[in-house]
């Protein structure tokens, strides 16, 4: 347990320096574009895919490097495509936003609002199709509740009974509006419920509560072969990008809401079971030195030929 816990920690803690890094090269210029950071809602993407097989599939929304780094593909891949290099994870053509790694099937980010939705129930449906036994995980925030997406996506999952896990990132705010302002049912399992599909939600400041949780959610899924919604109730400590000025919520909430970073109550977990701070010191010495190295590989990174610029890109006339 001490073990799996240690595990979880070094990865929310790869996510947090991450994404620290990506805020402060994004200031000075040096990552362009728009930039999503998940900082604050670590335990939600590692609680989670901890317990997805290598053959399940993720989706995931436009705030995803944690999910990708969470899932194993390399800092060097994530890093080199936030600088727009040939090497990464998306040859440097996606950014931020659009993070994807079929080796991992990961089917990556979007920049709809829940446009991931409907692409997680039709590869369910490929899989329910070829028999083949896996599960599609696919997280989203709250705002994409209020889309109309999520409601047909998890009517269709729930009427052909697909196995998807609906994960849903609770952070309050979506893109800048109070969920009990745009929402006049702010009960979310309860939405879910509503089309007979199992809910419920969990700590998702809390990696320990949201694996377990997780686990349950993605056991049912297989078992039953139809779609579970599991809530994660968190909050992002950044705004919703870099762009945005923040002045939607107060700084006292986002102050109390830091007492639950859940690498503080991860290290606490951690420290009851003698786990002391030089170990836990030792592992951010290690990871400081892994993004380091992310850093300096992105840079020294590919840019791609001017040339290429119509390579992938198909037109009505290549078409004739």
Same mark, same amino acid.
């Given at each position: ?27 000075? #210029? ?56 040939? #090497? ?29 939705? &409907?692409?997680? /129930? ?38 052909? $009974?697909?196995? /998807?896990?609906? /994960? ?20 979310? &399992? ?7 599909? &199992? ?10 509560? /949201? ?13 039953? $072969? ?93 078409? #004739?």
């Amino acid at each position: 347990m001490t073990t799996d816990l240690l595990g979880r920690y070094r990865t929310m803690l790869r996510i947090r320096r991450f994404e620290e890094r990506c805020a402060e090269l994004y200031s000075a #210029e040096r990552i362009r574009g728009f930039v999503h950071l998940y900082i604050g809602e670590e335990a939600v993407a590692v609680g989670v895919i901890d317990h997805l097989r290598e053959d399940d599939a993720i989706v995931a929304t436009y705030r995803e490097h944690g999910h990708a780094l969470a899932r194993g593909i390399p800092m060097d891949a994530v890093m080199a495509e936030m600088f727009g290099r040939v #090497e990464g994870v998306s040859g440097g053509r996606g950014g931020s936003m659009h993070l994807f790694h079929a080796a991992t099937r990961f089917y990556g980010g979007n920049a709809i609002v829940g446009g991931g939705l &409907p692409m997680a /129930v039709g590869l369910a449906l490929a899989d329910r199709m070829r028999d083949r036994d896996r599960v599609t995980a696919c997280f989203f925030g709250e705002g994409a509740m209020a889309e109309g997406e999520f409601h047909e996506s998890i009517n269709l999952a729930a009427l052909w $009974g697909l196995p /998807v896990l609906f /994960v849903c990132e609770n952070n309050l705010y979506a893109m800048g509006t109070a969920l009990a302002r745009s929402e006049s049912e702010t009960n979310l &399992p309860l939405k879910a419920a509503a089309y007979e599909v &199992p809910a419920w939600s969990c700590d998702g400041m809390d990696v320990e509560a /949201v694996s377990d949780a997780a686990e349950r959610a993605i056991a049912l899924v297989r078992d039953s $072969g139809g779609p579970v919604f599991l809530e994660a109730r968190t909050f992002r400590f950044r705004a919703h990008s870099m762009y945005d000025p923040d002045r939607y919520r107060d700084k006292s909430e986002i102050d109390q809401w830091k007492t639950r970073d859940p690498l503080l109550v991860a290290a606490a977990a951690l420290r009851e079971r003698r786990i002391d701070d030089a170990a836990l010191a030792a592992v951010d010495h290690e990871v400081m030195a892994e993004v380091d190295a992310a850093v300096s590989a992105a840079e020294a990174g590919t840019l791609e030929d001017p040339s290429d610029v119509g390579r992938f890109v198909v037109s009505a006339r290549s078409r #004739e």
